[in-house]
């Protein structure tokens, strides 16, 4: 199983677009939160109505899986706590999502909601024990932030990372938990976009601007993960301990090759100039 990793798309919608592109080449898309834009000119509602219809297109292409990150709250339940309750509406089209698990094969994909209060991250916790029963080989969470005191949330002065969600690794031991939401983890000194706790790796995909988007690729079945970003590309060996830095990727796989060659529609020639 082959599996690409996007976060923190904030309404760009030239990465939406190119998602949509690159989405068949995979078996699975995770989409780690943040998929709206709190600081957008566009209406909240508006950027909703857009979103859906992106992941509902994605899932008639492929498998996808996304959990809400901050930046994707639009309402606040009966506590006063903030969700976002949009999110349970992509169920409809296949779409796993908060509070859900997936089970592909011998794989089971828990998807967490972001969480604002003592209410859903009880709810959490609650979920995470009811999925530990579920038999499995490898267990995989998807959870906006990243885990606290891990190079995946070093923000350059601090953590910004979530401590329940370490106390959460701690107690169940995933294979891996896969993030967003610390935009220059994988960029900046002391920041990474792996990490691994016990038996447990973090993944960061980070955020750059424009076409396409920082993504990560979990090839399953090789226990392989790469990082693709602006001029870069690094891969880690799943099996092997955690050694920094990443390998640089020497022989692009042909999957790679096949994204490279994506079209950017932003680049084409106006048909005036084509002659």
């Known amino acids: 199983m082959r599996c690409l990793v996007v ?13 949509l592109a690159a989405a068949p080449q ?9 998929a709206l834009n709190l600081g957008s000119a566009v209406d909240f509602r508006a950027q909703i109505v857009v979103v859906t219809k992106y992941l509902s297109r994605l899932a008639d292409l492929t498998r996808v899986i996304f959990c809400s990150g ?4 639009d309402e606040r339940n009966g506590e006063g706590e903030k969700i976002a309750r949009w999110v349970a509406g992509i169920r409809e089209f296949g779409v796993a999502c908060d509070g859900d698990n997936l089970a592909i094969g011998d794989t089971v994909f828990t998807v967490c909601p972001w969480w604002d209060g003592p209410l859903v991250k009880a709810r959490i916790d609650e979920q995470l024990r009811a999925a530990a029963a579920v038999p499995h080989r490898r267990w995989v969470w998807v959870h906006h932030a990243p885990p606290a005191d ?6 350059g002065k601090r953590f910004f990372g979530d ?17 967003g939401h610390v935009h220059q983890s994988p960029f900046i000194q002391s920041g990474s976009w792996f990490d691994r706790i016990g038996a447990t790796w973090v993944f ?18 090789q226990d392989k993960a790469f990082w693709l ?3 870069d590309a690094q891969m880690i060996d799943l099996k092997a301990p955690l050694s920094r830095p990443a390998a640089p990727v020497r022989e692009a796989p042909d999957w790679l090759i096949s994204l490279d060659r994506i079209a950017d529609p932003s680049l084409a020639r106006p048909a005036s100039a084509a002659g």
Do not use: C, K
């Open 229 to 231: 970003a602006a001029g």
């Open 204 to 221: 960061n995909t980070g955020l750059q601007p424009g076409r396409p988007p920082v993504y990560i690729v979990l090839d399953l079945a």
């Open 7 to 19: 976060a923190d798309l904030h309404y760009s919608l030239p990465q939406f677009d190119w998602l």
């Open 70 to 73: 901050n930046h994707d709250l």
């Open 26 to 34: 995979f078996d699975l898309v995770i989409f780690a939160g943040d």
């Open 163 to 179: 401590a329940e969600l370490l106390g959460w690794i701690e107690r169940h031991h995933p294979a891996m938990v896969i993030s």
């Open 150 to 155: 891990s190079p995946t949330s070093w923000g």
